[in-house]
């Protein structure tokens, strides 16, 4: 028999914690924490749940790739929404759905301060779980709530939260879902012990973790690699370009430049020197894109041969093309706008029965 147990913490310090026990969703144990009764647990794996209105959670289209690049990634997508939080903030993140992953994001000392609360209790939890979490997520569109303490948490395919009910009817309105029953609030919490939605014991809370190895170094610097070229990394150029920015920021920039970039310690300016290995790139990006579309205009139009193909510091290519006919390059321009590019024409040059122009081509979108 595989044995499942919740230990639920509350808002409330001075309600004590209350304990279920269940076995493929069928509950063995429900009832208030004893002290010094984990001595006598059985084996089972022991997930802390911890109170949801302390942690935000998100669904995020985040890159592909390892939980660890996962999290700096959803860490610069919220970077906004955290901007007014003093202390540091942990990130954890669940597995991949329809492309998209969920995201927990809670206080590092608040996290600090379940895990002692657990110590003294006299366990060690296997994972940690926010309640609006360890509720499972409905199959349809419907809303699940369960009281804890006070507070309601509400679970749907699309959110989760733990707030208090009056607020939620407000802000739900005919959507807010009544509090379940004693009875289907266990069953609700057995099912979700099965099987968590997201465990916020990863990264430095994560068994393992040496925070001073040469490997953990190793894996941030890879970590870098990847999302130098990232498009979440844009959002630094916004840092490094305001130059009315004050010294604290700039000193931010070069920080998080050399947290992305480790090649570029130790080297004056490195969150300039970022922002142009990003422009390159992006040039790059923009070159391949406008030239494949040319080629393939080109090609479609059949009466027309490119001769020369330049690509220029502004972003435009500047190419010579010979045609036989005026019509052919009102057909080409034409044909150009569905493409998606602006042609001007330069210059043209006919010379007998061959017509040569130079024209400057551009993304349109």
Do not use: C
């Amino acid at each position: 028999m595989t044995l499942s147990r919740l230990v639920i913490l509350f808002a409330d310090p001075e309600r004590p914690p209350e304990v279920l026990e269940s076995s493929q969703g069928e509950i063995m144990r429900y009832d208030v924490f004893v002290e010094g009764e984990p001595a006598g647990w059985a084996p089972a794996r022991t997930t802390l749940v911890v109170p949801g209105a302390e942690v935000l959670a998100r669904w995020l289209t985040l890159p592909t790739g390892s939980d660890t690049q996962a999290r700096s990634a959803a860490g610069f997508m919220l970077e906004e929404a955290l901007a007014g939080q003093g202390a540091r903030q942990h990130i954890a993140v669940g597995p991949r759905e329809d492309g998209e992953r969920l995201v927990a994001v809670v206080d590092e000392a608040r996290l600090h301060g379940w895990l002692d609360r657990a110590r003294v209790l006299g366990f060690k939890p296997d994972g940690v779980t926010p309640d609006h979490l360890i509720l499972p997520a409905p199959e349809d569109d419907s809303l699940i709530g369960v009281r804890f303490g006070q507070l309601l948490a509400v679970r749907g395919r699309d959110i989760a939260a733990s707030v208090e009910p009056d607020l939620l009817s407000a802000v739900l309105g005919d959507r807010a879902p009544p509090p379940a029953n004693p009875l289907d609030a266990a069953a609700l919490l057995a099912r979700g012990a099965e099987d968590p939605a997201i465990n916020l014991l990863q990264g430095q809370f994560g068994e393992g973790r040496d925070r001073g190895t040469e490997g953990g170094w190793r894996r941030a610097a890879i970590l870098a690699g990847v999302l130098i070229l990232s498009p979440l990394v844009i959002a630094l150029a916004g840092i490094a370009r305001n130059t009315g920015a004050t010294l604290s920021l700039e000193d931010k920039a070069d920080r998080r430049a050399v947290a992305l970039a480790p090649a570029l310690r130790g080297q004056a300016d490195p969150a300039d020197k970022l922002l142009a290995q990003i422009e390159a790139r992006r040039s790059a990006d923009q070159f391949l894109d406008v030239s494949a579309r040319t080629f393939r205009l080109i090609q479609a139009s059949g009466a027309v041969r490119m001769e020369t193909l330049v690509y220029s510091a502004d972003g435009s290519l500047r190419t010579s093309i010979a045609y036989a006919n005026y019509s052919d390059l009102d057909s080409l321009k034409a044909a150009a706008k569905g493409a998606g590019l602006e042609v001007a024409e330069d210059s043209t040059v006919t010379e007998g029965g061959r017509i040569t122009s130079d024209l400057i081509i551009r993304s349109a979108r």
